[in-house]
């Protein structure tokens, strides 16, 4: 996550507290009042939150990646949660969170199982397929002799 510094002067947030471990704050978009955020690093995970004052908005991939790219730094890998049903909490209406274990790396999928990067060769592509399938067949044999 962005420090305290970096974020305090991001374009668009006006802060409206702030405190040891995050803020909160409302996002601009042309002007105008958009959206509430939170963020916050304490117990184990970095958080941002976004609740759009417009109750019916939902955010969309791309506003996701503006407030990852606000909070969080270009290495850093978050994720949107889709827990177990038994698991949901849901305070405000359209209101998505980004997450960031601070105790480990998470765990990603290949980029070629999810598709072709921009300007990857085709010898690039082949070799990233020959590598997920070489990693899956060394999984299963392993799986196989415990």
Not at 122 to 145: F, P, Y
Request: aromatic share 8%; glycine share 6%; proline share 7%.
């Amino acid at each position: 996550m962005k420090t305290p510094e970096e974020i305090r002067h991001l374009p668009n947030l006006l802060i409206s507290q702030t405190s040891e471990d995050g803020g909160y704050g409302v996002l601009f978009r042309l002007g105008k009042r958009f959206a509430s955020v939170i963020w916050s690093d304490g117990g184990g995970w970095e958080h941002v939150s976004i609740c759009p004052f417009k109750r019916s908005y939902m955010p969309s991939w791309d506003d996701m990646c503006q407030l990852k790219d606000m909070f969080f730094k270009e290495n850093e890998t978050v994720v949107q949660y889709h827990p177990a049903k038994s698991e949901y909490v849901n305070n405000m209406p359209n209101c998505l969170h980004l997450w960031r274990p601070t105790n480990g790396a998470l765990p990603t999928p290949p980029s070629i199982m999810v598709g072709v990067k921009k300007g990857q060769s085709r010898a690039e592509i082949e070799a990233a397929i020959k590598e997920v399938c070489e990693n899956e067949q060394i999984h299963r044999q392993h799986s196989e002799t415990c």
